[in-house]
């Protein structure tokens, strides 16, 4: 039996920190298999459509001048992805004015848009936050953790999946500062016209637990 998830990290129901825990072991153990894998080929569908926090449908993948996408996988009750709100807000505001479409993507099934707009609020997230309860996004991109990052090029190719740096060396293991900012060196490779010269890392966080289909 599952329960519905609270746009607000809770701080005093033991069960749910322990569940919460064990996720975040499982998101980093799963990370590691799946690093190297292929993931599936993502085709650039312009009929491809993903609610914003206002209801409105946008198309993500249709890029028309942008450089690329850049979408940043998230859960409302991650302790590791809610760490990283300040970082998601100076993403967007440094790469969208150089091109990107820069995302934040819900991909918990359960979640509200209300309690998706609560979250944005609390957080002060980029206003460009769109609802993935189905997992459309999580599936093609090949995440599998959140938060994850995957960039993908105007024709669909993926150019980076992973980390955003490495502020979590592992689940409880903090830095003061991130020492490598991996997903701001794939963007400016491809400012550049360079190849991401990493274009896989693992990213430290929450499993994304599959979507039980009907």
């Known amino acids: 039996m599952t329960s519905r998830?609270?746009?607000?990290?809770?701080?005093?129901?033991?069960?749910?920190?322990?569940?919460?825990?064990?996720?975040?072991?499982?998101?980093?153990?799963c990370a590691l298999l799946f690093l190297g894998c292929a993931a599936p080929a993502f085709s650039a569908d312009d009929s491809f459509k993903l609610a914003d926090l206002s209801g409105k449908e946008v198309q993500p993948l249709k890029l028309g001048a942008a450089k690329g996408a850049v979408f940043i996988f998230i859960t409302s009750d991650c302790p590791i992805a809610n760490s990283y709100a300040p970082e998601f807000?100076?993403?967007?505001?440094?790469?969208?004015?150089?091109?990107?479409?820069?995302?934040?993507?819900?991909v918990d099934p359960d979640l509200t848009a209300d309690a998706a707009r609560k979250h944005a609020a609390e957080y002060k997230l980029p206003a460009t936050v769109l609802l993935d309860p189905e997992q459309r996004l999580v599936a093609a991109t090949g995440a599998t953790t959140t938060p994850q990052a995957v960039v993908l090029a105007p024709d669909g190719k993926k150019l980076y999946i992973g980390r955003i740096d490495d502020l979590w060396s592992a689940p409880g293991k903090r830095r003061g500062e991130p020492t490598t900012h991996d997903l701001r060196a794939a963007l400016d490779a491809v400012l550049a016209g360079q190849p991401v010269l990493t274009a896989e890392t693992v990213a430290v966080g929450c499993f994304i637990a599959p979507l039980k289909r009907r």
């Not at 998830?5 to 153990?29: D, M, V, W």
């Not at 100076?90 to 819900?106: C, E, I, N, S």
Request: charged fraction near 20%; proline fraction near 9%; avoid cysteine.
């Open 89 to 106: 807000a100076r993403l967007a505001a440094d790469y969208t004015p150089k091109g990107f479409a820069v995302y934040l993507v819900h």
């Open 5 to 29: 998830r609270s746009s607000k990290p809770t701080t005093n129901n033991p069960p749910r920190q322990a569940f919460r825990a064990h996720a975040i072991r499982i998101g980093f153990a």
